[in-house]
């Protein structure tokens, strides 16, 4: 009875799976270009990790956009800087968008308004506000957000997008929100 209890419980811990720390970010980058004697500097590092908010994914995209511009073998902050186009153009198309593409022209134009507030938390008065309407109206566009995996509700009230940097992406695709 132990053991199924022990196997019951285990069925619905959920690990939180969230941004690496510099630490992991770093080690992703730097162990396996090491093995092919590519380096980074320090700053290289600390850019990358400030740029990618530390996500999984972006810091791979950021490391394959790194490892096809830089002449090596130490990629440098510079290599960063000339990177950024690049590595935001592909983060754009090619996991961004496919996100975007879920949504109704309704959520997007929610989304867009929790980014026209800056970097989240927001509060979901604050973004119907900004669109001109009462909290209760948005009430199925921002469950839809959830329910499509795009927004949160960490507690009450409040949203967060499910992944970093999308409130940019969003002032990027749609640089005015249309009431």
């Known amino acids: 009875m132990g053991d199924a209890k022990s196997y019951a419980e285990r069925l619905f811990l959920y690990p939180k799976i969230g941004a690496l720390n510099f630490e992991d970010a770093a080690l992703a980058l730097t162990e396996p270009a090491g093995e ?8 290289a590092l600390k850019k990358i990790y ?3 908010k530390g996500y999984p994914y972006f810091v791979q995209e950021w ?20 990177a950024r186009t690049e590595a935001t153009r592909r983060l754009d ?3 961004f968008q496919v996100r975007l593409d879920r949504v109704t022209d309704a959520e ?14 927001y509060r979901s008065g604050e973004v119907a506000k900004l669109l001109g309407k009462s909290t209760n109206s ?7 957000l959830i329910r499509k995996g795009m927004i949160y ?3 009450h009230g409040v949203l967060e997008f499910t992944v970093p940097l999308f409130d940019e992406f969003m002032k990027r695709t749609m640089p005015e929100i249309n009431h």
């Open 93 to 95: 198309e090619s996991f």
């Open 108 to 121: 997007q134009k929610y989304m867009r308004a929790m980014a026209e507030l800056g970097t989240g938390p």
């Open 36 to 43: 092919l004697g590519v380096t980074f500097s320090n700053d």
């Open 63 to 82: 490391g394959s956009v790194l490892w096809d511009i830089s002449e090596g073998p130490e990629i440098t902050a510079d290599d960063v800087r000339n």
């Open 153 to 155: 509700s960490p507690k």
């Open 50 to 52: 400030n740029t990618t």
């Open 138 to 144: 948005y009430g199925p566009v921002r469950d839809g």
